[in-house]
T-cell receptor
Framework: DAMVIQNPRYQVTQFGKPVTLSCSQTLNHNVMYWYQQKSSQAPKLLFHYYDKDFNNEADTPDNFQSRRPNTSFCFLDIRSPGLGDAAMYLC???????????FGPGTRLTVT | GENVEQHPSTLSVQEGDSAVIKCTYSDSASNYFPWYKQELGKRPQLIIDIRSNVGEKKDQRIAVTLNKTAKHFSLHITETQPEDSAVYFC?????????FGTGTLLAVQP
């Protein structure tokens, strides 16, 4: 089945220790998004790729970086995680603008 | 900037009753309005969406209405069931991204 896959599903990292979350898709969508979602809140867009074009949200901390080496894969790098970065990180894909976004299952990040 | 307001933040109904969640958006150029259901610990899942050229859309027990003039859109769930209990998010497409509402926690009491 075509889908959005995130690995790992659960990640524990230490304060300040870099961590990378991965997302892959078999939908062949040209847009990939990274959201941060904290408990009881709406998903918060961090950035997205429209094909190879990177679009950063103005309020996304510099601590968060992203890479999209090809259509299928996208990575979220957190250079120096703080306690406030503990959250669910959701990857989503979409085909063009103004269409449905398909969410992956998320990666639950814990910072100790 | 773009904004989507969602009300109520919590909603408790008896099984079989109807539930209505309302959203207001700020960007008059918004043309796509999805609704997502998110169960605890799971991904948001699209349950219904509507485009700006349509005023109403229905899918079994779920319906969405859109008033472009007033910039309002609403989710209607009829004959609610316990499995409808979840957090519901409205969203509006604006400037290459979805703007989400703050969510509504729906509890359906058996």
């Amino acid at each position: 089945d075509a889908m959005v896959i995130q690995n790992p599903r659960y990640q524990v990292t230490q304060f300040g220790k870099p961590v990378t979350l991965s997302c892959s898709q078999t939908l062949n969508h040209n847009v990939m998004y990274w959201y941060q979602q904290k408990s009881s809140q709406a998903p918060k867009l961090l950035f997205h790729y429209y094909d190879k074009d990177f679009n950063n949200e103005a309020d996304t901390p510099d601590n968060f970086q992203s890479r999209r080496p090809n259509t299928s894969f996208c990575f979220l790098d957190i250079r120096s995680p703080g306690l406030g970065d503990a959250a669910m990180y959701l990857c989503a894909t979409g085909q063009g603008s103004g269409y449905e976004q398909y969410f992956g299952p998320g990666t639950r990040l814990t910072v100790t | 900037g773009e904004n989507v307001e969602q009300h109520p933040s919590t909603l408790s109904v008896q099984e079989g009753d109807s539930a209505v969640i309302k959203c207001t958006y700020s960007d008059s150029a918004s043309n796509y309005f999805p609704w997502y259901k998110q169960e605890l610990g799971k991904r948001p899942q699209l349950i219904i969406d509507i485009r700006s050229n349509v005023g109403e859309k229905k899918d079994q027990r779920i319906a969405v209405t859109l008033n472009k003039t007033a910039k309002h859109f609403s989710l209607h769930i009829t004959e609610t069931q316990p499995e409808d209990s979840a957090v519901y998010f409205c969203a509006a497409w604006a400037t290459n991204k979805l703007i989400f509402g703050t969510g509504t926690l729906l509890a359906v009491q058996p």
